[in-house]
């Protein structure tokens, strides 16, 4: 079993560039979720999508994040412009779909760690 | 409000001590929580789980205890190990209705064991 995979797994940029993020969540997970972690404010929930479609992304912080979910298989979050408070472990987990006690779980990719300089 | 609050911040603990980390909730229609351990340079790993149906569960060294009436619910790690020193995040969801895919997390413990 691979996991969530996520590349890269270190990204430092600077200011004003656009960065971008990917996914493979596990095979056969319909449900996929991109979180942001820091110090400060924990693990955030970005955006939420299900059978590909976004259902939730107030978590977005603001026009320069998008998201996007082209097929099962393959998400993108991409940042543009970059800003130095964007610096973060951005995560991103899949899910099966719920059916049982444990089917609630989310498996986390090993994360992205972006420094935006 | 759809918060979890997470105690201590951080909890330092000697080799074979017991490990205690409390979370509280508000919303009532919560009725699963999930404990997630994350070790440095990793992703969250599910490590335990209850309903409110049950006061408390058990897997190995890790036991879940619950008090619905207080809305309260902790973390006891038993004969703590330093292979168990990492960030642990309580969390609760609905499983019904339009928001069951949300997890709502405390902001995390860091837990040290010393040998």
């Known amino acids: 079993d691979a996991g969530v995979i996520q590349s890269p797994r270190h990204e430092v940029t600077e200011m004003g560039q656009e960065v971008t993020l990917r996914c493979k969540p596990i095979?056969?997970?319909?449900?996929l979720f991109w979180y942001r972690q820091t110090m400060m404010r924990g693990l955030e929930l970005l955006i939420y999508?299900?059978?590909?479609?976004?259902?939730?992304d107030s978590g977005m912080p603001e026009d320069r994040f998008s998201a996007k979910m082209p097929n099962a298989s393959f998400s993108t979050l991409k940042i543009q412009p970059s800003e130095p408070r964007d610096s973060a472990v951005y995560f991103c987990?899949?899910?099966?779909?719920?059916?049982?006690?444990?089917?609630?779980?989310?498996?986390f990719g090993p994360g992205t760690r972006l420094t935006v300089l | 409000q759809q918060q979890v609050k997470q105690s201590p911040q951080s909890l330092i603990v000697q080799k074979g001590g017991i490990s205690i980390i409390n979370c509280a909730y508000e919303?009532?229609?919560?009725?699963?929580f999930p404990w997630y351990q994350q070790f440095p340079g990793k992703g969250p790993a599910l490590l335990i789980a209850?309903?409110?149906?049950?006061s408390e569960k058990k897997e190995g060294r890790f036991t879940i205890s619950f008090n619905k009436s207080a809305k309260q619910f902790s973390l006891h790690i038993m004969d703590s190990q330093p292979g168990d020193s990492a960030t642990y995040f309580c969390?609760?969801?609905?499983?019904?209705?339009?928001?069951?895919?949300?997890?709502?997390f405390g902001k995390g413990t860091l837990l040290t064991v010393n040998p």
């Open positions: 987990a899949s899910r099966s779909r719920p059916g049982g006690f444990f089917s609630y779980e989310q498996f």
């Open positions: 095979s056969g997970h319909n449900s």
């Open positions: 999508f299900n059978n590909n479609v976004p259902i939730d």
């Open positions: 919303n009532t229609a919560f009725d699963y």
């Open positions: 209850i309903r409110p149906d049950v």
């Open positions: 969390a609760a969801t609905m499983t019904s209705g339009g928001s069951n895919y949300k997890l709502t």
